[in-house]
T-cell receptor
Framework: KAGVTQTPRYLIKTRGQQVTLSCSPI?????VSWYQQTPGQGLQFLFE???????NKGNFPGRFSGRQFSNSRSEMNVSTLELGDSALYLC??????????????FGNGTRLTVT | AQTVTQSQPEMSVQEAETVTLSCTYD???????LFWYKQPPSRQMILVIR??????QNATENRFSVNFQKAAKSFSLKISDSQLGDAAMYFC????????????????FGQGTILTVHP
């Protein structure tokens, strides 16, 4: 089985622009979650989707949004980029979101740099 | 809200030796899972081991084992016979099993411990 695929791997944007990141989960996985990783704040939960519905959301401003498609692929969008949005964005998929023991499978992340 | 604390920003170990990484957490819940993830330079987070809060027996996966002390809210990772490939950032993480809770479905991570393995 192919793993979680995130595109692109690297992205450089300018302040004020918007960006869309993509995540394709492992085949059969219907839950997708997103995390932001920075040296200062560590790993922080952004949101989780299951069957095209956002089930949980972290403490991020409304500039951060996401969606999930019927094939379980997910995108996250950040509008009006700020320097502080520079981070590694990780996507993870899970086969059974109702079971806490079900491990999250992570992608390699997208490294976003805002200049 | 749950918090996870890893008090060791960096640790080092000689190849073939044993090292223990510390993790403490704070929660008012009784039903949850704890995980250790490894993040090598490739950036991909890899699950190392998981522990269910209701299981008293400590989890073991080959050279990796945990010391789970529920009352003390402590969850340390022991790596035996360390190998060069074990060098990575290690994260301790908490996941609620409370379907009605606001933290359901998300992992709460510690700040991470960078492990260096010396040949």
């Amino acid at each position: 089985k192919a793993g979680v695929t995130q595109t692109p791997r690297y992205l450089i944007k300018t302040r004020g622009q918007q960006v869309t990141l993509s995540c394709s989960p492992i085949s059969g996985h219907r839950s997708v979650s997103w995390y932001q990783q920075t040296p200062g704040q560590g790993l922080q939960f952004l949101f989780e989707y299951f069957s095209e519905t956002q089930r949980n959301k972290g403490n991020f401003p409304g500039r951060f949004s996401g969606r999930q498609f019927s094939n379980s692929r997910s995108e996250m969008n950040v509008s009006t980029l700020e320097l502080g949005d520079s981070a590694l964005y990780l996507c993870a998929s899970s086969s059974d979101p109702s079971a806490a023991h079900s491990p999250l499978h992570f992608g390699n992340g997208t490294r976003l740099t805002v200049t | 809200a749950q918090t996870v604390t890893q008090s060791q920003p960096e640790m080092s170990v000689q190849e073939a030796e044993t090292v223990t990484l510390s993790c403490t957490y704070d929660t008012s819940e009784s039903d949850y899972y704890l995980f250790w993830y490894k993040q090598p330079p490739s950036r991909q987070m890899i699950l190392v081991i998981r522990q269910e809060a209701y299981k008293q027996q400590n989890a073991t996966e080959n050279r990796f084992s945990v010391n789970f002390q529920k009352a003390a809210k402590s969850f340390s990772l022991k790596i035996s016979d360390s190998q060069l490939g074990d060098a990575a950032m290690y994260f301790c993480a908490y996941r609620s099993n409370n379907a009605g809770g606001t933290s359901y479905g998300k992992l709460t991570f510690g700040q991470g411990t960078i492990l260096t393995v010396h040949p």
